[in-house]
């Protein structure tokens, strides 16, 4: 089985300062990595993910995260966050193995202001 | 681009009536999936299903069940509803062949059980 923890549950920071949302994984097999967004009253939208090669990963969107297979980790960073930025983030692990299920960590809130 | 679309963004019902959420896509994806999501949870899988007629338990399955009739469609029932499942419900589906197949999302239902 897998579990994922993501240390912060609220994240406030100023428009145009930089971010890190923590995410630490635990899992006895390999995994896939997921980050999903979601917006105010929507459902979850893919951000991006950690499947193979080189492990940094980048969205459209100026997101960008890191895999750490040594510190287990896959933190999701952007050097300059907008207020549309403001959203609910999801660090998410699937087993190379097994069936397509999701395991998500509780959430990440980022909020964004003036 | 794939749809999910859930058949009620908010949904009011009573204890002890029997309740169906639906949920259908229109891309053909054979997994389908239904989670909860509660304030400082995060998301938790009910149920899926990666063919017509074929179900899994997830994590949290109890007093829940699911009904898969057609590819397109994948319907969760609550039998007796009680005053714990008042939470906000979303419905995914995803590709299968590999887990790496990320999962697409619809709006979800925010049912309030009176």
């Known amino acids: 089985a897998q579990s994922v923890t993501q240390l912060d549950s609220q994240v406030p920071v100023f428009e145009e300062a930089p971010v890190e949302l923590r995410c630490n994984y635990s899992s006895s097999v390999s995994v896939y990595l997921f980050w999903y967004v979601q917006y105010p009253n929507q459902g979850l939208q893919l951000l991006l993910k950690?499947?193979?090669?080189?492990?940094l990963v980048e969205s459209i969107n100026g997101f960008e995260a890191e895999f750490n297979k040594s510190q287990t980790s896959f933190h999701l960073r952007k050097p300059s966050v907008h207020i549309s930025d403001t959203a609910e983030y999801f660090c998410?692990?699937?087993?190379?193995?097994?069936?397509?299920?999701?395991?998500f960590g509780k959430g990440t809130m980022l909020l964004v202001s003036p | 681009d794939v749809k999910v679309t859930q058949s009620s963004r908010y949904l009011v019902k009573r204890t002890g009536e029997k309740v169906f959420l639906e949920c259908v896509q229109d891309m053909d994806h054979e997994n389908m999936f239904w989670y909860r999501q509660d304030p400082g949870l995060g998301l938790r899988l009910i149920y899926f299903?990666?063919?017509?007629?074929?179900?899994e338990k997830g994590d949290i399955p109890e007093g829940y069940s699911v009904s898969r009739e057609k590819k397109e469609r994948f319907s969760l029932i609550l039998e007796s509803a009680s005053t714990n499942q008042t939470s906000m419900y979303l419905c995914?589906?995803?590709?299968?062949?590999?887990?790496?197949?990320?999962?697409?999302f619809g709006d979800g239902t925010r049912l309030s059980i009176l």
């Open positions: 995914a589906s995803s590709l299968s062949g590999t887990p790496n197949q990320p999962q697409h």
């Open positions: 950690y499947l193979s090669g080189s492990t």
């Open positions: 998410a692990v699937s087993e190379r193995s097994g069936y397509s299920t999701l395991t």
């Open positions: 299903s990666y063919d017509v007629k074929m179900k």
